[in-house]
C-alpha cells in the first residue's frame, strides 16, 4: 500500500546523497500517589520544540533475562486462550510504507488503529488483565472453572468481582470492554476534563462513569479509594511498588503485538533493523522490548518515543531512578506521563538503544503526512514522525545508523476518530 503525496518534513525527501493500594509495613498508606511524591520536586522540562536523540546510558545488551520479562512472559499463558474466544480478534496489519521510494529507507507499520474494532493497542490489555482477574475471583466460587466456561456464562463473576480505573482514553474503554465479555461491574473514574462523547463510549461498553477532579491525578486518586472497598480491583496500567499484578497482565496482553508483527515479518522475509516505539508511562515499549530481546545478543536498534514535555522514561535512565518530570500539556496526549511504570522503566533502562524526544508541532506534522495511509492521532502517530524526522537529517540518520537498506517497525497506536463498540 503505497502513499498517495510525498512527504513533505522540510529535507525529508532528500536521499542520504543529500492497584488496589497497599498498606506499608510502618502503616503509611502507599500507591500512586504516594509514589507520585517519593522523589521531591519533579524536574523541569521546557519546549525544544525540535527532535533530540539520547544514548540510552543504562543499555547493557548481554542482561538476560530482563527485569520483570519472564515474569510477563508467565503472566502472558493464556492470552491465546482469551483472544480465541473474542469474536472481534484478528491479526492487525503490517502495512510496508517507502515513503522516499529507493532513496530511503522501508518502513513496516504496525496498524493498530483496528485492534478489536476499539481503535487502540489498548484493547489487549486491560481487557486482558480483568479477564484474568473475573477468572480468579469465579475459581474461589467455582474452582476448576475454565475460561470458555466464564466467557459463556458471563455473569457468574459478577458478584464476586467489580473492577474499576483511571482513564483519559483508550484504556478505560478497553477495561470496560473486559468486563462485559466476563460480566463483571466496571467503574471508570475521569477527570472533568474529559469529553463528554468519551464518556458516553464508555457508558455503551457498559461501564460506570464518574467524574473526579480536574485532572486525571485526581481521577486516579479517587479510582484508588473506590478499589480499597473489598470485592473491587483497581486495574491500572502503571505501576509502583507493592503493584505490580495487574500491570504485568496488562503488558502480557500487549506481548501479543510485537509478536504479530515478527511473526508476519519471518513470513515475509523481512530482518527488522530498527524497532521505533512510542511511550507514555512505557506499557507496550516494555511489551516490546521484552519480546525483542527474548534471546540474548539480539541487535535490532529499538528506539523508544517520548513528548519533550514528558520525557519521563529517559530522564529516570539520565538520573539511574524513577523521577517524575513536569512541562505543560502536550498535544500528544496519551503519552503525556509527567512519571512511568516502575516495571517499565526498570525493563526498558537495560533493553533500549537510544531515546527520543518529540515536539508537538513535529508530531503533528508526522500525523498529517500519514493520514493518506492511516489516519492516527500525535500519540498514536509518534513513532512514524520520529522515523521521518530522523532520515530527513545527516546527522541524526548517524546517530541511529539509518541507511537506505534499513528495515524500520514503527507501531501506529490509536485511530483518529472513534469507532463503534464491539
Known amino acids: 500500500m503505497e502513499p498517495r503525496r510525498a512527504c513533505g518534513f522540510g529535507a525529508l525527501d532528500s536521499s542520504p546523497a543529500r492497584r488496589r493500594p497497599v498498606r506499608r509495613k510502618d502503616g503509611e498508606s502507599a500507591g500512586y500517589s504516594a509514589a507520585m511524591a517519593e522523589n521531591g520536586r519533579p524536574a523541569s522540562r521546557t519546549r525544544r520544540r525540535t527532535m533530540q536523540i539520547l544514548k540510552n546510558p543504562r543499555r547493557d545488551p548481554q542482561l538476560a533475562p530482563?527485569?520483570?520479562?519472564?515474569?510477563?512472559?508467565?503472566?502472558?499463558?493464556?492470552?491465546?486462550?482469551?483472544?480465541?474466544?473474542?469474536?472481534?480478534?484478528?491479526?492487525?496489519?503490517?502495512?510496508?510504507?517507502?515513503?522516499?521510494?529507493?532513496?530511503?529507507?522501508?518502513?513496516?507499520?504496525?496498524?493498530?488503529?483496528?485492534?478489536?474494532?476499539?481503535?487502540?493497542?489498548k484493547a489487549l490489555g486491560g481487557a486482558y488483565a480483568v479477564m484474568q482477574l473475573a477468572l480468579a475471583a469465579a475459581r474461589r466460587v467455582e474452582p476448576g472453572l475454565g475460561l470458555r466456561e466464564l466467557v459463556a456464562g458471563a455473569g457468574r463473576a459478577g458478584p464476586q468481582l467489580e473492577v474499576c480505573c483511571a482513564s483519559a482514553g483508550n484504556h478505560g474503554l478497553s477495561v470496560a470492554i473486559g468486563a462485559r465479555l466476563v460480566g463483571c461491574r466496571c467503574t471508570v473514574f475521569v477527570a472533568q476534563t474529559?469529553?463528554?462523547?468519551?464518556?458516553?463510549?464508555?457508558?455503551s461498553a457498559g461501564a460506570s462513569v464518574v467524574r473526579a477532579g480536574a485532572h486525571y491525578e485526581a481521577s486516579m486518586a479517587a479510582a484508588q479509594a473506590h478499589a480499597e472497598r473489598p470485592g473491587i480491583e483497581l486495574v491500572s496500567d502503571s505501576s509502583w511498588p507493592g503493584y505490580t499484578e495487574v500491570p504485568l497482565l496488562i503488558m502480557a496482553g500487549y506481548l501479543r503485538i510485537p509478536r504479530e508483527a515478527m511473526d508476519e515479518a519471518a513470513q515475509r522475509g523481512v530482518a527488522f533493523t530498527h524497532v521505533l516505539v512510542q511511550a507514555g508511562v512505557g506499557g507496550l515499549a516494555a511489551a516490546v522490548g521484552a519480546a525483542l530481546r527474548a534471546q540474548?545478543?539480539?541487535?535490532?536498534?529499538?528506539?523508544?518515543?517520548?513528548?519533550?514535555?514528558?520525557?519521563?522514561?529517559?530522564?529516570?535512565?539520565?538520573?539511574?531512578?524513577?523521577?517524575?518530570?513536569?512541562?505543560?500539556?502536550?498535544?500528544?496526549?496519551?503519552?503525556?506521563?509527567?512519571?512511568?511504570?516502575?516495571?517499565?522503566?526498570?525493563?526498558?533502562?537495560p533493553a533500549c538503544d537510544d531515546w527520543i524526544t518529540l515536539g508537538d508541532d513535529e508530531a503533528a506534522r508526522g500525523t498529517a503526512l500519514l493520514q493518506p495511509l492511516i489516519g492516527s492521532t500525535p500519540s498514536g502517530a509518534a513513532g512514524v514522525a520520529a522515523a521521518l524526522l530522523a532520515w530527513s537529517d545527516e546527522n541524526r540518520r548517524e546517530q541511529l545508523g539509518l541507511t537506505p537498506q534499513s528495515q524500520l517497525l514503527c507501531f501506529v497506536t490509536e485511530q483518529s476518530q472513534g469507532s463503534p463498540i464491539p
Not at 100 to 105: I, R, V, Y
Not at 195 to 200: D, H, L, T
Open 296 to 349: 540474548p545478543g539480539d541487535t535490532r536498534r529499538l528506539i523508544v518515543i517520548e513528548p519533550e514535555v514528558a520525557d519521563c522514561l529517559s530522564a529516570s535512565a539520565a538520573a539511574g531512578r524513577i523521577v517524575e518530570v513536569s512541562g505543560p500539556a502536550s498535544n500528544m496526549g496519551r503519552l503525556d506521563c509527567k512519571r512511568p511504570s516502575m516495571i517499565a522503566y526498570e525493563l526498558l533502562a
Open 66 to 121: 530482563l527485569p520483570w520479562s519472564e515474569r510477563m512472559f508467565a503472566a502472558a499463558r493464556d492470552a491465546e486462550a482469551w483472544l480465541a474466544l473474542c469474536p472481534s480478534h484478528r491479526p492487525t496489519p503490517l502495512v510496508r510504507w517507502q515513503p522516499w521510494q529507493d532513496t530511503g529507507p522501508t518502513l513496516w507499520l504496525k496498524d493498530e488503529t483496528q485492534r478489536m474494532r476499539a481503535g487502540s493497542f
Open 194 to 203: 474529559v469529553p463528554e462523547s468519551f464518556v458516553q463510549r464508555l457508558q
